[in-house]
């Protein structure tokens, strides 16, 4: 069992920033890959970041690429994506997810554990 805590979202206006954090708990040693999605109303949920545990490799959505950075803090069991130049368009509800084994870091339906997400919403 892992628990995944996201925390950092709010409201921000066009252009500014914000930091997501998603602290891990429990079995943490068994996690693989953690990944950020988001769903806005009516859409389906979409990937958005993805992070290795061990090696650090990184994978973003074209449609934030250069935008936004994932990184974790191996210590603190912590991934963070922090978005800048937020878009009215990044608006959702951010998920943190854990995936126990290689697969699809892309999909949601590959990941194993998710925390509660936390709503983000960018004003023009």
């Known amino acids: 069992q892992v628990q995944l805590v996201e925390s950092g979202g709010g409201l921000v206006q066009a252009g500014g920033s914000l930091r997501l954090s998603c602290a891990a708990s429990g079995r943490t040693y068994s996690v693989y890959a953690m990944g950020w999605f988001r769903q806005a109303p009516g859409k389906e949920r979409e990937f958005v970041a993805a992070?290795?545990?061990?090696?650090?490799?990184?994978y973003y959505a074209d449609s934030v690429k250069g935008r936004f950075t994932i990184s974790r803090d191996n210590a603190k069991n912590t991934v963070y994506l922090q978005m800048n130049t937020l878009k009215p368009e990044d608006t959702a509800v951010y998920y943190c997810a854990a995936e126990r084994y290689s697969s699809k870091y892309y999909a949601p339906d590959e990941y194993d554990y998710w925390g509660q997400g936390t709503q983000v919403t960018v004003s023009s």
């Open positions: 992070i290795t545990w061990s090696a650090g490799r990184l």
